[in-house]
């Protein structure tokens, strides 16, 4: 059975930082690409986040960029998200994502891509 599993979330001031982490089991880490999506109530669901399962092509949505990191370890099954320099813009419903794939480079940054989801953890930045 193939679990994610966020944590990291909370409530954090305007400025702050957060690092999300996601462990995953059931799977092969190392063979999937993993990336981090949010949904804030009223808003669009956003993709912020891809990492390729080498770990060495990232993506990062326009929103996020020079703030977030994407990053993984693939001897603890874990993808991480840190997010500094947090906005109230930030405020969201954060999931993980595991998308399986042959290609060690690829990264995918719409959802529909992604095979398996984590229930999600909640940030909030206070202003």
């Known amino acids: 059975q193939v679990q994610l599993v966020e944590s990291g979330g909370g409530l954090v001031q305007a400025g702050g930082s957060l690092r999300l982490s996601c462990a995953a089991s059931g799977l092969t880490f190392s063979r999937c690409a993993m990336g981090w999506c949010r949904h804030a109530p009223g808003k669009e669901r956003e993709f912020v986040a891809a990492?390729?399962?080498?770990?060495?092509?990232?993506y990062l949505a326009d929103s996020v960029k020079g703030r977030f990191t994407i990053s993984r370890d693939n001897v603890k099954n874990t993808v991480y998200l840190q997010m500094n320099s947090l906005e109230p813009e930030d405020t969201a419903d954060y999931y993980c994502?595991?998308?399986?794939?042959?290609?060690?480079?690829?990264?995918?940054?719409?959802?529909?891509?992604?095979?398996?989801w984590g229930r999600g953890t909640q940030v909030t930045v206070s202003s």
């Open positions: 994502a595991a998308a399986r794939t042959n290609s060690r480079g690829s990264y995918f940054f719409n959802p529909d891509d992604y095979n398996y």
């Open positions: 990492i390729s399962w080498s770990g060495g092509n990232t």
